[in-house]
């Protein structure tokens, strides 16, 4: 490797390899890229949310090394479990045993098996670098008693650093015997040649990223062979220095949980001293401090890191490209990976990203409910979703996000238990509006002659020709749009009922007379329509939604029309906006008689007009 030109860009972006990903962590933010089984990269970036008073903490010289040490750990430990639910992912949902882990403890299979990883690499942690040294010493000393009783017993604390960086060494070595492990390196050596190629001022590509160093001098591996050293010196003059020695306790087993307990109550002061330790050895770039880093920089090249393949760094890129991103940009929104999970969890965080988007959350109810093919009533049956299921989800949820209405994004919709296509073409039908369909479907007689004006979606005209079939009616739908039209043709083609069509503004184009004319109109307000739901406002036609400057203006066109197409005793049934219906009502002075009606929230809704 030719050695690289001199820094161009300094950043503060580090890094930490995952199961087939890297994470990278700046200022603000923290993204993690892995490649999912499919072969996709999947992004998952999240903003820093450090409470205020660690933050002050975390400033304080010596105490600021603990409390970064486990902040660390814990962040860096829920980004590995994390990238293993996405790398481990498959279409096995476990069986019985996946069931019954769900259901009694909300938990999945991958959720069981990451928890014992962890388990089972802290105990081995504190096994081989705290216990591990120690049995070696005393069976040395036990070997050679004169060697624990000269100088003071200063040999045993020489042993055990011994055995300690050997333990260490030994493992890093060992550990390359795994697969999974060699494949970890090869992504700690895409993190560093990511993080040396934009220093360097070099473009962030997987060909350009490939020449670069992959050996980097903030490496956690530098950092960990400081730790060990550090450890290893002050705890060896503490120990010595309180007279934890064979001579002061001769009881071995005394001797080694006093040692024991000792070393463990010093590891807050000990990464206290390291960071402080290491803080120093970053402001300096010399001969001398150079002698502290290569330790750490040898075990980087040839152990900790390998070098990866173009797959690799481009997962690498990913990860660093989405924190400048978020950096640079505090309104670019957090990111997600699509994993398999237990059902109310993955439910609880949807609701959660909806609420805080200014979304319903039952619409999240909705969508899980679509995409699994239950009823909205069954989802606090426990259950594990499956990945499929979870990238079904994950498009539905991104769309909603956008603010685009969900049925805008299912496609469909149920009135009057009847399936209605809807689009962008047409308002989406609401739930009040079937009282609206009802109360034509109850009041038509055998042969009557309907119209249904600004018809939309066709979806009263629809449930009225299919529910009275039987009674022979004629349905007659009529709307401006042309390309709602087009929509309400496909609605009736679909559930397979015969309606007459007709491009008209209001009556213009309507010919004969109807024993019954229902509509619902544009009713709000002009001024209005800026302050409505984003989802009304943004996606559904303007032309379908605005009534003028009071929200009456179509009312009043109706007033001044509608007899000329009512027959004898003919009926008119209008919705209308809440609060609307008394100056509606005023609009038909000449009639027989009128009625108001409310919705199912006790809202007067609608107006039946009896000429």
């Not at 580090?14 to 199961?19: C, F």
């Not at 393949?309 to 699509?338: C, G, Q, R």
């Amino acid at each position: 490797m030719k050695k690289q030109k001199t820094k161009k860009n300094c950043t503060y972006i580090g890094g930490q390899a995952v199961m087939e990903g890297v994470m990278m962590q700046g200022k603000t933010c923290i993204a993690c890229a892995v490649r999912d089984p499919d072969g996709n990269i999947q992004v998952e970036a999240k903003r820093l949310k450090t409470p205020p008073a660690v933050k002050k903490i975390s400033k304080i010289p010596f105490i600021r090394g603990t409390v970064n040490l486990v902040l660390s750990l814990v962040r860096g430990m829920k980004v590995l479990m994390r990238s293993a639910a996405v790398s481990g992912d498959d279409e096995e949902e476990g069986g019985k045993v996946s069931a019954y882990l769900a259901e009694k403890f909300k938990l999945s299979v991958m959720d069981v098996v990451t928890y014992i990883a962890v388990f089972l690499g802290i105990a081995l942690a504190v096994g081989l670098f705290i216990i591990l040294p120690r049995v070696f010493t005393n069976l040395i000393l036990e070997a050679f008693p004169a060697v624990g009783a000269a100088h003071g017993g200063i040999w045993q604390y020489v042993l055990w650093g011994a055995f300690k960086f050997v333990i260490f060494i030994a493992y890093l070595a060992l550990i390359l015997l795994l697969k999974d492990i060699r494949r970890l390196y090869m992504y700690h050596g895409a993190e560093h040649k990511t993080i040396n190629a934009y220093e360097h001022g070099m473009e962030l590509t997987p060909e350009s990223v490939k020449n670069a160093s992959r050996i980097h001098d903030r490496c956690g591996t530098s950092f960990l062979f400081i730790v060990v050293l550090i450890n290893v010196l002050v705890l060896s003059l503490v120990l010595w220095g309180v007279g934890v020695t064979e001579q002061n306790i001769p009881n071995r087993f005394l001797r080694f949980f006093a040692q024991l307990g000792i070393e463990i109550l010093l590891l807050p002061v000990l990464a206290g001293i390291s960071y402080e330790v290491l803080k120093l050895l970053a402001r300096f770039d010399n001969k001398f401090v150079a002698i502290f880093k290569s330790p750490g920089m040898l075990l980087q090249k040839a152990l900790t890191t390998r070098e990866p393949d173009a797959e690799m760094i481009e997962v690498a890129i990913a990860a660093f490209k989405k924190v400048l991103e978020m950096d640079a940009d505090p309104e670019v929104p957090e990111t997600y990976f699509i994993t398999s999970g237990i059902l109310s969890k993955k439910l609880e965080e949807t609701k959660e990203r909806f609420s805080e988007a200014g979304i319903d959350e039952s619409d999240a109810e909705w969508i899980y409910s679509l995409c699994l093919g239950i009823k909205r009533s069954e989802l606090s049956k426990e259950r594990t979703v499956k990945p499929s299921e979870a990238k079904k989800i994950d498009e539905y949820v991104q769309k909603r996000l956008t603010g685009r209405p969900l049925w805008y994004i299912v496609g469909d919709t149920e009135f009057y238990g009847l399936k209605i296509k809807v689009d962008e073409r047409a308002l989406i039908p609401r739930p009040e509006t079937e009282i609206l369909a009802d109360t034509v479907i109850k009041s038509a007689e055998k042969g009557d002659k309907i119209l249904d004006m600004c018809t939309g979606s066709g979806c009263i005209a629809i449930a009225v020709a299919k529910m009275c079939a039987d009674r022979n009616v004629t349905v007659t739908a009529a709307d401006i749009s042309d390309a709602a039209l087009m929509l309400a043709r496909e609605n009736a083609e679909i559930n397979g009922v015969k309606i007459n069509f007709v491009q008209s503004d209001m009556f213009r184009n309507v010919r004969g007379k109807f024993n019954i004319i229902v509509c619902n109109p544009p009713y709000i307000k002009s001024g209005e329509i800026p302050y409505i739901q984003r989802e009304v406002r943004d996606f559904e036609p303007r032309v379908a939604l605005d009534g003028g400057e009071d929200g009456l203006d179509f009312y009043r066109r109706i007033a001044e029309d509608v007899k000329g197409c009512l027959a004898k005793d003919g009926t008119l049934v209008m919705e209308c906006g809440e609060g609307q219906t008394e100056e509606i009502l005023k609009l038909f002075k000449k009639r027989d008689y009128a009625m108001v009606l409310k919705d199912d929230a006790g809202v007067d809704r609608f107006v039946k007009i009896v000429f």
